[in-house]
C-alpha cells in the first residue's frame, strides 16, 4: 500500500449533496464530486487490513484495496484497469451502490469512518472517459448467436461479457430505450440518464444488437440463436388488496417514477394520465429505496405534504446487534430525498383506502406492535387497536416486488438477475449477469 497509515491523520471526506433549496428546483444529480486531489487523499486511507472486507462484501468482487492504492499514487488508468475487470459499469455502481464494501471496511469498525469506496468508484471510471482510457473493441466473432431478453443491468452485464467472447448478442426490451430501472426506476437526481447513453454508444460501436421496444414471451423465444438468456427482472409490483383499493390516485411507485423519467426524456402524456404529486398530500406506503424516490419525485413536482409509512418498526440508530459488523447492518438510514421534507412513520398497516366521488382522500392505518419470537425467528406483529386517518389525495404504493415465476426451460435458456433471485440490488444483478454469461459460455464451448 502506498500510506498504510494515512487512516490515522486524514479523516473521511464525502463530496455531499447540493443544498436543498437548490437541488429540488430540478433533476440533475444531487451528488457532488471531490476534486482530484481531494479524491486521491481518500484512497490513500485504505490500510493495508491484511483481509479486506471490502472485497468480501462487494457482490461482484471488485478489488477495492487494488484500485484505491493506484488511485493513491496517481496511476487512474491502472485504478480503471482493475477495477474494470470485475465490474462492467462502475459509472452505474459509483453512483447508486449501496456501497456494501464500505460497511464491512475495518475504519467502519475501528472509527466508523469508512474509506470513499463508492465515490472513489466514481471517480476513477469517470477519470477513464475524461481520458480517453475507454475505447470500443472489436471483439473476434466466433459464429455462435445469443439473445439476451431484457436490457436492464443483469441484461447487460450478460450482453457485455458475452460480446467481449466473441458471440454476436442481441438486446431485446419491451422498453424503448435500454437501461431497465436504471433508466425507468431511478430518478435523473440519482443517475442522470446521459451516462446510460454514453456507455450504451460504446456498446453499440462493440457490435451488440439493440432491439428495443420488442416484447418477447419467454415461453416462445426468437429462433436462430444458439442460447439465450432471460432478464427480465421483476415487473409485478406488491400490491395492496385492501378496500378502496379501485379509487383514483392510488398508483404503483413505478408509474410516477417511470413516467417522470419519460417526461424528463422529452415524452408528453394527456393530463388525464399523468402522475404528478403536484398541490397534492402525498402518502408513501413502503420504507425502502423506492419509496424514497418517490418522497424526491413528489417534492420536486410541487407536493403540498409528503408522508412516509413503513408496518415494520423503526430501526435502530447507529448501530444494529442482529446485524454486528462485518455484515451489512439494519440501521435507520436517512437519504438525500428523506433531508429534502417529509413525515416518517413506522409500525402502521394500513387498513383500507377512504374516498370520496371515487378518489383517494386518506388511509385508515393502525399502530401494530412487534411480538420478538422466542426461537429468534421473525416477529409475529399485533395490531393495538389504535387507528386514525392519513390524508391523503395521492397514494404510492412502494412495497417491493413479486418474485417471477418461471417456466421449465430448455437447456440453452438461462436466467440472470431479478429474474432469476427475485428483486434485489444494481450490483447484485450486475453479478448475476455475470456468472449468467459465463454458464452460457462454457455452455457453447461443449
Known amino acids: 500500500m502506498g500510506d498504510p497509515k494515512a487512516f490515522l491523520n486524514i479523516p473521511r471526506q464525502e463530496a455531499g449533496y447540493r443544498p436543498v433549496n437548490e437541488r429540488i428546483a430540478d433533476y440533475s444529480q444531487v451528488e457532488q464530486t471531490l476534486n482530484t486531489n481531494s479524491r486521491k487523499l481518500q484512497a490513500s486511507r485504505c490500510m493495508d487490513c491484511g483481509v479486506p472486507f471490502c472485497h468480501w462484501a462487494c457482490p461482484i468482487g471488485n478489488k477495492q484495496p487494488e484500485w484505491q492504492d493506484a488511485l493513491y499514487r496517481g496511476k487512474w488508468k491502472e485504478a480503471y484497469e482493475v477495477l474494470s475487470s470485475t465490474c462492467d459499469f462502475p459509472e452505474f455502481t459509483g453512483r447508486i451502490c449501496p456501497a456494501l464494501c464500505e460497511k464491512s471496511c475495518v475504519l467502519k469498525l475501528s472509527c466508523d469512518q469508512?474509506?470513499?469506496?463508492?465515490?472513489?468508484?466514481?471517480?476513477?471510471?469517470?477519470?477513464?472517459?475524461?481520458?480517453?482510457?475507454?475505447?470500443?473493441?472489436?471483439?473476434?466473432?466466433?459464429?455462435?448467436?445469443?439473445?439476451?431478453?431484457?436490457?436492464?443491468?443483469?441484461?447487460?452485464?450478460?450482453?457485455?461479457?458475452?460480446?467481449?467472447?466473441?458471440?454476436?448478442?442481441?438486446?431485446?426490451?419491451?422498453?424503448?430505450?435500454?437501461?431497465?430501472?436504471?433508466?425507468?426506476?431511478?430518478?435523473?437526481?440519482?443517475?442522470?440518464?446521459?451516462?446510460?447513453?454514453?456507455?450504451?454508444?460504446?456498446?453499440?460501436?462493440?457490435?451488440?444488437q439493440f432491439e428495443m421496444g420488442v416484447e418477447i414471451d419467454v415461453n416462445h423465444l426468437p429462433e436462430g440463436f444458439d442460447a439465450y438468456c432471460i432478464c427480465t427482472g421483476t415487473p409485478t409490483a406488491r400490491d395492496l388488496s385492501i378496500p378502496g383499493r379501485e379509487l383514483k390516485g392510488i398508483h404503483f411507485a413505478l408509474e410516477m417514477l417511470a413516467q417522470q423519467n419519460r417526461i424528463l426524456a422529452g415524452q408528453t402524456f394527456p393530463k388525464d394520465k399523468l402522475v404528478n404529486a403536484k398541490g397534492k398530500k402525498v402518502l408513501v406506503i413502503g420504507g425502502g429505496d423506492t419509496g424514497s424516490d418517490c418522497i424526491g419525485t413528489s417534492v420536486r413536482q410541487g407536493a403540498v405534504s409528503v408522508t412516509q409509512i413503513e408496518i415494520m418498526p423503526k430501526p435502530p440508530v447507529g448501530y444494529n446487534p442482529a446485524t454486528p459488523w462485518p455484515q451489512w447492518p439494519a440501521v435507520f438510514k436517512t437519504t438525500s430525498s428523506h433531508e429534502e421534507g417529509c413525515t416518517r412513520r413506522w409500525c402502521l398497516a394500513s387498513n383500507q383506502f377512504l374516498g370520496q366521488n371515487g378518489k383517494v382522500t386518506g388511509v385508515e392505518v393502525e399502530e401494530v406492535e412487534w411480538i420478538p419470537a422466542a426461537d429468534g425467528g421473525r416477529p409475529t406483529m399485533k395490531p393495538t387497536g389504535k387507528k386514525e386517518v392519513i390524508e391523503a389525495d395521492m397514494v404510492l404504493l412502494a412495497m417491493g416486488f413479486l418474485k417471477p415465476e418461471q417456466p421449465k426451460f430448455a437447456k440453452n435458456v438461462f436466467l440472470a438477475g431479478d429474474a432469476e433471485t427475485g428483486a434485489s440490488l444494481v450490483v447484485r444483478a450486475m453479478?448475476?449477469?455475470?456468472?449468467?454469461?459465463?454458464?452460457?459460455?462454457?455452455?457453447?464451448?461443449?
Not at 158 to 176: C, H, M, P, R, W
Not at 199 to 204: F, P, S, V
Not at 431 to 446: P, S, V
Open 114 to 208: 469508512p474509506v470513499t469506496i463508492r465515490e472513489n468508484e466514481a471517480a476513477i471510471v469517470e477519470a477513464a472517459f475524461r481520458e480517453g482510457y475507454i475505447q470500443v473493441k472489436t471483439p473476434r466473432r466466433n459464429g455462435k448467436k445469443v439473445a439476451v431478453i431484457g436490457a436492464g443491468p443483469a441484461g447487460l452485464v450478460v450482453a457485455n461479457q458475452l460480446n467481449l467472447k466473441g458471440y454476436s448478442v442481441t438486446l431485446f426490451d419491451k422498453d424503448e430505450a435500454p437501461g431497465g430501472l436504471l433508466r425507468f426506476g431511478i430518478p435523473n437526481f440519482k443517475l442522470d440518464k446521459n451516462v446510460i447513453d454514453r456507455r450504451m454508444k460504446i456498446l453499440a460501436a462493440e457490435g451488440i
Open 431 to 446: 453479478a448475476g449477469g455475470r456468472k449468467a454469461a459465463a454458464e452460457i459460455d462454457a455452455y457453447l464451448i461443449q
